[in-house]
């Protein structure tokens, strides 16, 4: 079974910058894509990055993109969020996902971890 670890949350000042990691358990073998979602208090659960673990191909929702970038390590079986330029509206918990071949969606997800932006 795939397990997803996430660290690098915690509080900061706007326009200030954080760094997300998600460890996978296992070789990454059979992974399509991973992505990082993020859930604010009383919102829906929303993609904020992906990408494909093969070609490194990424996307981005319209409302990090210029600020946030995903990357990968697939040595380490890491994927990373670089957040600059944070806003009080990204405060949210924030998630890692994977796709995983053989499988519908994204079927493997991390416990989250806090990031909450202050003005």
């Known amino acids: 079974q795939l397990q997803l670890v996430e660290s690098g949350g915690g509080l900061v000042q706007a326009g200030g910058s954080l760094r997300l990691s998600c460890a996978a358990s296992?070789?990454?073998?059979?992974?399509?894509?991973m992505a990082w979602f993020r859930q604010a208090p009383g919102k829906e659960r929303e993609s904020v990055a992906t990408?494909?673990?093969?070609?490194?191909?990424?996307n981005y929702a319209d409302s990090v993109q210029g600020r946030f970038i995903i990357s990968r390590d697939n040595a380490e079986n890491t994927v990373y969020l670089q957040m600059n330029s944070l806003k009080p509206e990204d405060t949210a918990v924030y998630f890692c996902?994977?796709?995983?071949?053989?499988?519908?969606?994204?079927?493997?997800w991390g416990r989250g971890t806090q990031v909450t932006v202050s003005s």
């Open positions: 296992r070789l990454t073998f059979g992974i399509r894509a």
């Open positions: 996902a994977a796709d995983r071949i053989g499988r519908l969606g994204y079927s493997s």
């Open positions: 990408i494909n673990w093969s070609t490194g191909t990424t």
